[in-house]
């Protein structure tokens, strides 16, 4: 980062290379944004169009564009009308 590249490239590479090493993981990819983690996140569990994803309406909007990336429809719960908390009592 203090070189003040952010894009592909051999920068990228040693970062993903390192950072699996850092974590134990065997390779790591860096994505642009989490709004494109989450959309390929989405595709890798096998969202597709017309399925229904759970999700909470107390997020960034990213949460939710990336649902409708894959065509599906984002369903919200979690949220305690009373105190918009997601600490639900008696769920």
């Known amino acids: 980062m203090d070189s003040g590249w952010v894009g592909l490239g051999k920068e990228t590479e ?3 290379k390192e950072f699996a090493e850092y974590i134990g993981a065997n390779f790591a990819i860096g994505f642009n944004s989490a709004t494109a983690a989450l959309h390929v996140a989405l595709m ?3 969202v597709e169009n017309d399925d229904e994803v759970l999700t909470t309406p107390m997020t960034f909007v990213s949460t939710n564009a990336a649902i409708l990336y ?6 919200f719960c979690d949220i305690d009308i ?3 908390s997601n600490n639900i009592k008696n769920a």
């Open 44 to 46: 890798c569990a096998g």
């Open 14 to 16: 040693y970062f993903e």
């Open 70 to 75: 894959c065509n599906a429809t984002p369903v």
């Open 82 to 84: 009373d105190t918009l």
